[in-house]
């Protein structure tokens, strides 16, 4: 899911996108991955959490995902798993 919606965003059709869309778009990728990421890693499948979040952060590395993520891991148990290096 989060690969589909964030080429969509970034893809060739985005230029046709109203600039509104787009923001939207992007914040539903970056919300939902961010939410995903939670459940895998209190589910325990730390492998697939770093999987996603790496792939997050490389779609966008901003201050304000990065603390989204942070929260989410927090919540889940695992504020850690960013620090272990997720993203780097």
């Given at each position: ?28 990728a ?25 792939r ?17 891991l ?15």
């Amino acid at each position: 899911m989060f690969e589909m919606t964030s080429a969509r965003i970034t893809g060739s059709a985005s230029a046709a996108m109203p600039e509104r869309a787009r923001t939207a778009g992007r914040s539903y990728a970056i919300s939902s991955a961010a939410q995903n990421i939670e459940v895998l890693a209190g589910a325990g499948d730390l492998a697939h959490a770093r999987e996603l979040a790496g792939r997050l952060l490389a779609f966008d590395g901003s201050e304000a995902t990065r603390a989204l993520l942070q929260k989410h891991l927090e919540r889940a148990g695992r504020a850690d798993l960013l620090s272990a290096g997720a993203g780097k």
